[in-house]
Structures are given as C-alpha cells and as structure tokens.
C-alpha cells in the first residue's frame, strides 16, 4: 500500500527581488509517509521556512510538482487550496501574530 502523504518532485522557488529573480528552491524531491516525523535543518537563509509554506500549500512552488494526499496542489485554484488546507493541514507558526489588544476569539475571527 501507498503510505505516501506528502511528494515533492523537483519543487522549485523563485521570487522577484530588486536584483533579479532569487532562486529559493533549487529542485527538491522528497516524500513523506503517514506517521513520519522528521526535521528540517540547514542555515539561516536556506529556504526552510520557504520549503514549508510550498509543503503546505501557503505558497505556491514556482516549478516541479507538490502532491497531497496524491493531490497535486499546484492545480487547484485558491479556493480549491483553502479548502483543501482547512480540511487536511496544520501549521503551528513559530510567531503568532496576534493582536494583544483583542480578546481570543476575536483574533481566530
Ligand atoms: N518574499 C521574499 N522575496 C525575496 N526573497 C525572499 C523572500 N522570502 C524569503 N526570501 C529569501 O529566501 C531565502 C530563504 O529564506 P527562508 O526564510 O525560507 O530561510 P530559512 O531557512 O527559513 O531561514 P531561518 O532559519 O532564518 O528561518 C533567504 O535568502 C531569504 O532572504
Ligand atoms: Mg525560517
């Protein structure tokens, strides 16, 4: 059986700077399967955080393919993502961003 929850092949990332495009994500292929746990490490600047926000459909790859859950990400349409995203992701970001000045429920709002 096909435990496979998460493939990337050849992702690729490449934003507009004030200098010209900056490659990000250089090609990368992995896979993860149901009930892996695993780290990502590399120095500051390497594309971690640019990696996770590809993984977990927050930003899209520019290049390659992502699949969830045998999805291809890179083929839905933005509502098609939220959807998507709300039913089968979860990102615990390392700020926060809340608004101290509203209550709990008014920051999830
Ligand atoms: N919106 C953007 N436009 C241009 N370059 C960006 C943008 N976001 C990130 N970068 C660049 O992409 C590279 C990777 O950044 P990223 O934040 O993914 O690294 P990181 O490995 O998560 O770093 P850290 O360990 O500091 O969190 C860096 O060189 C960064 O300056
Ligand atoms: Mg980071």
Known sequence: MDDTVLSLRDARLTLDGNAGPVEILHGITLSVRRGETLGLVGPSGSGKSSLLMVMGGLDRATGGEIRALG??????NEDRLARFRRDNMGVVFQSFHLIPTMTAIENVA
């Open 71 to 76: 999805q291809d990400l890179s083929a839905m």
